[in-house]
């Protein structure tokens, strides 16, 4: 089984998507939410000094798993709601990165989610091009 | 115990909020998720002309779940991604709203749930306009 | 608008339930979850001895969701499942309460998260002897 | 970026567990709620005779969430409570399974989902199994 074969098999809505970019779309923001969770995960051990770390990366896992779930509903879709929903993820990406690469040195967690994050940032604007054409 | 009056002893982060505005956003994304996670469950019931319905208001419940969560990690929090999030869920509620009040007439379910939501995108709003002074 | 008004015009599904109970079981969920929530939003800032407290709270919060939703879902419901659910949310519940019950003296957050699983507990074990009936 | 890759960097809690098992759970719970999602999503469009099979993919999916979560917060982990959450995903994935199979003929998404089911319950068990030795 795999999850990319189940997705072609999606019948979509009465709003047509860019299946290639939502597929990568899904899966970077899968990865993102499953690294910001382990991250988090990570950071409850290390001490106050990443509190923020912690927090922002939880609330990065919830708002890529939101996101995520939006795309795998094809009959809910809605271009407006769509755009403003990448909108939020790439915003909360780019905040999230950035605050991960500040102990990427010392926490090869904080590195591997600050990756997830800017690829996942990278995908949604693919995506957010590909609504616009 | 009252949730209410655990959130007043939340201590804030580096980013000040108005306690009241966000207390009053949060429950109403409680209740505009419960209401639209039993509108969702009430439509699967309901046949294909509930389709979008039922996507949009699983939509709305993963969405007012991830905001009101984020809204409740006092160290993650920064006033851009938090805008933005805001942005997305009114943009969700107002979308979501519209769809349910379509068949408020002969659906209980979906006329409470277009309400929850209305309210969510109220208080919502206030919070943004409390962002702003 | 009403929560606990919209939950009384659920229609079951084909396994009835005992609604009063179901309903109660529901809203200590939420505040079991919004409490969670809070108490391991508030942990991150604490430091590593939280670091227990803040992931038990984090994984309650998470199954009282799951374990809500289920319930405002009339058509999926299979009495075994909901019994194996209800099951491992009490668990999770009593090992949440525990642990945040050992710095309830120091930390207000924890008390009030400890009360919150502890009714949440009660709750389902009043479920869980409505479905015995 | 692999998740796998990040998993093994996890650094474990005071109740250590077999990783090689705990890897596979995870991946194969990502699998099921993805599916899962995927499924309750198409269900949606297709009327009311697919009403349960869309509850109960949709429980499915949050409950492995919650479980694949709490595997991925290494300083909350109890025996216990990891037992029970396991158990409760079994028993849910044993029945979404059988849920899925009975329509498995004319629909491809739920042929993939109850595959993704069986998948994960053999996983939880060959957990269950490593955390008795």
Do not use: F, W
């Not at 970077?28 to 990570?42: E, V």
């Not at 090869?108 to 604007?125: I, L, P, Q, T």
Request: aromatic share 0%; net charge negative; hydrophobic share 45%.
């Amino acid at each position: 089984m795999d999850t990319m074969e189940m997705m072609k098999s999606m019948s979509m809505g009465s709003e047509p998507m860019n299946m290639d970019a939502m597929q990568e779309c899904i899966q970077a923001m899968n990865a993102c939410s499953m690294a910001a969770t382990m991250c988090a995960g990570t950071d409850m051990a290390m001490g106050s000094e990443m509190a923020k770390c912690c927090a922002m990366c939880s609330n990065m896992a919830d708002m890529a798993d939101a996101c995520m779930r939006m795309m795998m509903r094809p009959m809910g879709m809605e271009t407006d709601v769509m755009r403003s929903m990448l909108t939020a993820c790439m915003t909360m990406g780019k905040a999230c990165a950035a605050e991960c690469r500040m102990h990427a040195d010392m926490d090869e967690m904080c590195r591997y989610c600050a990756m997830a994050c800017d690829d996942m940032v990278a995908k949604c604007e693919a995506m957010m091009t590909s609504m616009a054409a």
